[in-house]
């Protein structure tokens, strides 16, 4: 670049797939999910559930996803599509939590649970991802779901490379 030239910032658009997906948010969300029941692993002392450990490894990984550290911005009509950008503040505890399936801890409290879970949309003031873990089975087990605002495409391999317990380098 020369001196007295500006600066140009690259813009990272959403694809026609992020905007299919992403509109019908009110009345057909569209959503990627993703469940898995994990093995007693991640249980600690007194069964509870090491969030931290789970939020460790999700921190390790996210510059692969770098979507999952942006929000959706809409500029003024007249300025084009919406974009992504950086999220300004970003705090992994908004996006990996920790909710019990009640007692009695079988498949039909955890289904009940899913389904509220399934029915909360995703906050559009952060960015569009969500990850839920979800003790209370039989044998330590932990149930997990996480919603993500990926493209289709990208979706699978954005939440499969948060999950990998392997070293991310």
Sequence with gaps: MLAGEPRVW?????TDEDQRMLWPDEIWP???GALAVLDGGLAGPGGRVRVEAVREVIAARLRLVPRFRQLLYVPRPGLGRPL???APAFDLA???RVVPVPAPGDEAA???AAEQLRRAR???SRPLWQMWLLPGLPEGRVWRRAFSGCQKVEGKPCLAQTSDTRSPD
Excluded: A, F, S
Excluded at 10 to 14: A, E, G, I, W, Y
């Design 94 to 96: 908004d996006h990996v």
């Design 10 to 14: 690259p813009v990272d658009r959403l």
């Design 30 to 32: 569209q959503e990627i």
């Design 84 to 86: 992504w950008v950086d």
């Design 122 to 124: 995703l906050d559009r």
């Design 110 to 112: 955890l289904l009940r």
